[in-house]
């Protein structure tokens, strides 16, 4: 019996770990592996998985999809194959192109018993025009979608929405587009998961990398508390395409999580006693970030230990 295998995509921010979490629970009788990609240097949706109980296993500091990482995720998936999972998933980094994940599994003779099932492409219903319109990667995760799944569909008004399906359509008339908030999804959607999505026919797209991607490495000390550290990011905030981490401030420990203008500051429960205050920010040239990220970290020199 074959391992069928997920591909997930979604651009920064659209909600692809919380997506996760709900895609598992549909393989509740089935044994299943999870890789996560993180494109920054710090993995922190593995943390996040591990606090709901799913086993991951990680890769970040690039795209698994490039010559930087290729070989690392070949190596991994490999391994997990060999255990024999009913299903594995790949969550891919928000800034990957995943048009050659066909031609990685048809190549290696390492993947012979794989049954590749498709790819599920999320959007953020709020920032889709933002980052459709700056980042090439985007558009070539779609361009592999066997399906796509609108999300944050409550924070969008109506014409919003609209507007993002009439985008996908454009580019995509041939593959199924679905609506949700949080994550959710409906049974219907997928009502035998080992049955592959219909697979699109999307045009090819050539994988080269795109070189407009920038990312950050923010390391701050714990004299930041949630407001002025909030007061920090805001400074460049608009500049950003994904920012992310965990801080310890005030002698807790912080979930930091900002995608477009919208930033959350939140307790985090968990006991991480482990906490580097490290904040991943992922942008791109078009963004205009590294200015008034300086900027930023000249006015709070004293909170800052480094940016990499």
Not at 120 to 128: G, M, S, T
Not at 143 to 165: C, H
Request: with cysteine.
């Amino acid at each position: 019996m074959k391992t069928q295998l997920y591909l997930l995509t979604g651009f920064l921010g659209a909600g692809k770990t919380t997506f996760l979490k709900n895609f598992v629970s549909l393989f509740a009788d089935k044994t299943v592996k999870v890789i996560v990609n993180e494109f920054g240097k710090e993995g922190i949706d593995g943390i996040l998985l591990s606090q709901a109980h799913i086993e991951t296993e990680e890769i970040h500091d690039g795209s698994i999809f490039c010559t930087c990482r290729l070989d690392q995720f070949e190596e991994v998936l490999a391994r997990q194959v060999r255990l024999g999972p009913d299903t594995i998933i790949v969550e891919a980094s928000g800034l990957s192109d995943p048009t050659n994940i066909r031609k990685i599994l048809s190549q290696s003779v390492h993947f012979e018993n794989v049954d590749f099932c498709g790819s599920i492409c999320l959007v953020d219903a709020i920032n889709f025009h933002k980052v459709y319109s700056t980042a090439v990667v985007c558009k070539k995760q779609l361009s592999i979608a066997d399906a796509v799944v609108i999300n944050k569909t409550d924070l969008a008004t109506p014409a919003q929405i609209d507007n993002v399906t009439d985008i996908i359509r454009k580019d995509r008339p041939d593959v199924p587009v679905f609506q949700t908030v949080y994550g959710r999804i409906d049974q219907s959607w997928f009502k035998d998961p080992s049955t592959p999505p219909q697979a699109g026919s999307g045009k090819p797209v050539l994988h080269t990398a795109d070189l407009t991607l920038r990312k950050y490495l923010i390391t701050v000390k714990d004299t930041f508390t949630p407001d002025t550290l909030k007061a920090f990011l805001e400074l460049f905030l608009e500049n950003t395409y994904r920012i992310k981490g965990f801080a310890r401030l005030d002698g807790e420990v912080y979930y930091v999580d900002a995608t477009g203008t919208l930033l959350q500051i939140l307790p985090n429960a968990a006991d991480m006693p482990l906490v580097n205050n490290r904040l991943v920010v992922l942008s791109g040239s078009a963004l205009n970030a590294k200015k008034n990220i300086d900027k930023a970290i000249n006015q709070y020199r004293e909170h800052i230990v480094s940016v990499e």
